[in-house]
């Protein structure tokens, strides 16, 4: 378990750290704006689009080897994002990042779901969601440490190149201690051999790279013309679905679409797409305002966003062990801790000028880190607590590739809302961090929405099996 959590740790981190580093990597390689946006979107792209076929072959082939080789090419791409001398080659080496990322994700969700029996899953998935939490929120500070020992010149590159040695350990302790194939068969049932459906992986991964393109490279791309990939993707989405519907007659096709009739997963994954729309996309504009308009260092920036990770950490632990006794509402609570922790960083913003705005947003962002540790491991518990494990590294997939689709939508919508006021207002750092902020909180307040209407169909749905004797 320790071991697939710190490989996890290492690929979600750089979901972020590396927000500290784009003034310098900026100044260095000379990155325009739509660079910058590709060095972390096409991070989360390409993770995402690689989670799913991932999860299915670790459920298909074994995750040892899957979750080993992931590494791996993960520790690879970080060396070579380090050495980058341009754009392209830092760009291109955070795609293969992403996708190597994408391929290790799902085979921990799977060995967790392999390793523990149900009633046991709330605490390793409460660890889960604390490596989640915890790997989001202390990048910017591990980040700025970083440049602050290294320079602003080298130091973004020692971003990467830390990952290289844990890599190398993560790999070895690997080989030592993960199972090489499931103690028991899945849920009592006899082991299946399955095919990957790669028509399914094929049209799921044209989908997605239609929807989010337009919205990555909206500032690149100039014209109307952009947004006619979006319909495109949402038809090849449809065919995608067609396709699955039709192949899971005579095998087992990539997403199991009976998955989201249960309750709980459907309603689970909307809400972890939502909700990673808008707290990531928090530290992508929050992380500039702080360097680019406050004047702060690297390590000042990383040290500010630290309140809501240590909240994250804190809460997250909490939630996976009370998740059992409190169930959806404890999620809904969470998201509403986000919301007004977000909110009331927009009003110290308003009433607090000067640099000493980023230290008196810490309380706010404090109260939003606890709400986001009682949103993340709560929900991936429920979510696949009714998942079957002969299908957890496929579920686990779907679900964190609706995040990672939420978290390059988020950082496209809320950076998009952030430069286009920048340039409108001449300047105003704090008039553009307000507005993207009101995009994020967007984002929380529907997810708060589908879980509060989880949360009354629940107790609907138990009120009436109450009445059911008594009739």
Same mark, same amino acid.
């Given at each position: 378990? %320790?071991?697939?959590?710190?490989?996890?740790?290492?690929?979600?981190?750089?979901? =972020?750290?590396?927000?500290?580093?784009?003034?310098?990597?900026?100044?260095?390689? !000379?990155?325009? =704006?739509?660079?910058?946006?590709?060095?972390?979107?096409?991070?989360?792209?390409?993770?995402?689009?690689?989670?799913?076929?991932? $999860?299915?072959?670790?459920?298909?082939?074994?995750?040892?080897?899957?979750?080993?080789?992931?590494?791996?090419?993960?520790?690879?791409?970080?060396?070579?994002?380090?050495?980058?001398?341009?754009?392209?080659?830092?760009?291109?080496?955070?795609?293969?990042?992403?996708?190597?990322?994408?391929?290790?994700?799902?085979?921990?969700?799977?060995?967790?779901? #392999?390793?523990?029996?149900? &009633?046991?899953?709330?605490?390793?998935?409460?660890?889960?969601?604390?490596?989640?939490? +915890?790997?989001?929120?202390?990048?910017?500070?591990?980040?700025?440490?970083?440049?602050?020992?290294?320079?602003?010149?080298?130091?973004?590159?020692?971003?990467?190149?830390?990952?290289?040695?844990?890599?190398?350990?993560?790999?070895?302790?690997?080989?030592?201690?993960?199972?090489?194939?499931?103690?028991?068969?899945?849920?009592? #049932? *006899?082991?299946?051999?399955?095919?990957? !459906?790669? @028509?399914? @992986?094929?049209?799921?991964?044209?989908?997605?790279?239609?929807?989010?393109?337009?919205?990555?490279?909206?500032?690149?791309?100039?014209?109307?013309?952009?947004?006619?990939?979006?319909?495109?993707?949402?038809?090849?989405?449809? +065919?995608?679905?067609?396709?699955?519907?039709?192949?899971?007659?005579?095998?087992?096709? @990539?997403?199991?679409?009976?998955?989201?009739?249960?309750?709980?997963?459907?309603?689970?994954?909307?809400?972890?797409?939502?909700?990673?729309?808008?707290?990531?996309?928090?530290?992508?504009?929050?992380?500039?305002?702080?360097?680019?308009?406050?004047?702060? =260092?690297?390590?000042?920036?990383?040290?500010?966003?630290?309140?809501?990770?240590?909240?994250? *950490? +804190?809460?997250?632990?909490?939630?996976?062990?009370?998740?059992?006794?409190?169930?959806?509402?404890?999620?809904?609570?969470?998201? *509403?801790?986000?919301? *007004?922790?977000?909110?009331?960083?927009?009003?110290?913003?308003?009433?607090?000028?000067?640099?000493?705005?980023?230290?008196?947003?810490?309380?706010?962002?404090?109260?939003?880190?606890?709400?986001?540790?009682?949103?993340? %491991?709560?929900? #991936?518990?429920?979510?696949? %607590?009714?998942?079957? @494990?002969?299908?957890?590294? =496929?579920? $686990?997939?779907?679900? #964190?590739?609706?995040? &990672?689709?939420?978290?390059?939508?988020?950082?496209?919508?809320?950076?998009?809302?952030?430069?286009?006021?920048? /340039?409108?207002?001449?300047?105003?750092?704090?008039?553009?961090?307000?507005?993207?902020?009101?995009?994020?909180?967007?984002?929380?307040?529907? /997810?708060?929405?589908?879980?509060?209407?989880?949360?009354?169909? !629940?107790?609907?749905?138990?009120?009436?099996?109450?009445?059911?004797?008594?009739?």
């Amino acid at each position: 378990m %320790s071991v697939a959590l710190v490989a996890g740790f290492m690929t979600l981190l750089d979901v =972020s750290i590396v927000n500290v580093a784009l003034p310098s990597i900026r100044a260095d390689l !000379d990155l325009s =704006s739509g660079e910058l946006q590709w060095v972390l979107s096409g991070y989360a792209l390409t993770f995402g689009l690689l989670l799913v076929p991932a $999860g299915r072959f670790g459920d298909a082939r074994g995750r040892r080897n899957v979750f080993i080789a992931g590494v791996a090419g993960f520790t690879l791409a970080s060396a070579a994002a380090g050495l980058a001398g341009s754009a392209l080659a830092l760009v291109v080496a955070r795609l293969v990042q992403g996708a190597a990322a994408g391929v290790v994700n799902p085979q921990v969700s799977g060995l967790i779901q #392999q390793l523990f029996e149900p &009633r046991e899953r709330g605490k390793p998935f409460g660890l889960l969601g604390a490596t989640i939490g +915890v790997s989001t929120a202390v990048g910017p500070l591990l980040g700025g440490l970083l440049i602050a020992v290294f320079g602003a010149e080298s130091g973004w590159r020692w971003i990467f190149y830390i990952n290289v040695p844990i890599g190398i350990a993560a790999i070895l302790l690997a080989l030592r201690y993960l199972p090489r194939a499931a103690a028991r068969p899945a849920d009592g #049932q *006899a082991s299946e051999r399955r095919t990957l !459906d790669p @028509v399914g @992986v094929l049209l799921l991964g044209v989908g997605v790279l239609l929807l989010l393109l337009p919205l990555v490279q909206e500032r690149e791309w100039h014209g109307p013309a952009k947004w006619l990939l979006i319909p495109a993707g949402l038809a090849v989405l449809g +065919v995608f679905l067609a396709w699955e519907r039709r192949y899971a007659r005579h095998a087992t096709p @990539v997403i199991e679409l009976g998955l989201f009739r249960v309750r709980s997963y459907a309603f689970g994954a909307v809400i972890g797409l939502l909700y990673f729309a808008g707290f990531p996309a928090l530290f992508f504009i929050y992380t500039l305002f702080l360097q680019n308009g406050l004047k702060y =260092s690297a390590l000042l920036a990383g040290v500010a966003v630290t309140p809501f990770a240590v909240g994250g *950490a +804190v809460a997250s632990a909490l939630g996976g062990r009370i998740v059992e006794r409190y169930g959806r509402p404890l999620v809904a609570a969470g998201l *509403a801790m986000v919301a *007004a922790g977000l909110g009331a960083v927009v009003v110290v913003l308003h009433f607090v000028p000067g640099r000493g705005a980023g230290w008196a947003a810490a309380l706010p962002l404090l109260v939003a880190g606890v709400g986001g540790g009682f949103v993340i %491991s709560p929900n #991936q518990t429920l979510t696949l %607590s009714e998942v079957p @494990v002969r299908r957890a590294g =496929s579920a $686990g997939a779907v679900l #964190q590739t609706g995040q &990672r689709i939420g978290t390059a939508v988020g950082i496209a919508a809320a950076g998009t809302v952030f430069f286009a006021q920048l /340039a409108s207002t001449g300047g105003s750092w704090v008039l553009s961090l307000r507005y993207a902020l009101c995009v994020a909180v967007g984002f929380v307040l529907i /997810a708060l929405v589908a879980a509060i209407i989880d949360v009354r169909v !629940d107790r609907r749905r138990h009120r009436e099996r109450e009445l059911e004797p008594a009739a």
